[in-house]
């Protein structure tokens, strides 16, 4: 039992190794360094950096002067309905009930 817990233990172990060995290389091969595949983890510097990208930072920003959006024109409103309507009543039923013979949907003995 204890060989068995143990070996599961360095399955975990081997497991997560290999995931953050894939992940640095994913992330050294996107840097540029396309060998990565074909180095062995010691030759391998996964902090270096990038070879794709200038390292020098830009000089300038561009700051927008002026509002550069426009501000949304809407018409004007007409016709304003409040709910319910004052003007109309409620309507008032003024029927009499019908009624119906009342039937028992089973038969008592």
Known sequence: ????AFAHLAWIVLFGYLATLTALSFIHANRGYHKV??????????NA???N????????????????M????YPPAQNIVTYPPQAT??????????????????HHA
Not at 1 to 4: E, H, L, P, V, Y
Not at 37 to 46: A, L, P
Not at 56 to 64: D, E, F, K, R, V
């Open 1 to 4: 039992m204890a060989i068995q």
């Open 37 to 46: 595949w074909y180095q062995s983890v010691k030759e391998t510097d996964f």
């Open 49 to 51: 950096p990038s070879i």
């Open 53 to 68: 990208t200038p390292t020098a930072a830009p000089t300038q920003l561009y700051i927008p002067t002026q509002n550069t």
């Open 70 to 73: 426009p501000t949304p024109q």
């Open 89 to 106: 009543p409620a309507p008032v039923w003024t029927g009499t009930p019908q009624q119906t013979p009342a039937t028992a949907p089973y």
